[in-house]
């Protein structure tokens, strides 16, 4: 019996790897999270593509951090 393989994966450090992309590349802070999944692979941050719903809770997480106005909001 062949079993299902996990094409996507949870990357444990997804708010570090954004961070350090919104500070490396400050023009993909304006990105939505389906267009961020693609750079962070395409980029090398991670090895396959991390789920949507991962990438934008990691966003929130990684914008309050460069604008924390949005965050007390």
Do not use: C, K
Not at 24 to 42: C, D, G, K, Y
Not at 61 to 73: L, Q
């Amino acid at each position: 019996m062949i079993r299902d393989l996990n094409i996507i994966t949870d990357e444990p450090n997804l708010p570090a790897l954004i961070r350090e992309l919104y500070s490396r590349r400050p023009e993909t802070r304006h990105l939505e999270s389906w267009e961020l999944q693609h750079v962070l692979f395409m980029l090398g941050y991670t090895d396959s593509l991390a789920p949507e719903a991962a990438i934008a809770a990691a966003m929130e997480v990684a914008r309050t951090d460069w604008m924390p106005d949005e965050g007390a909001a």
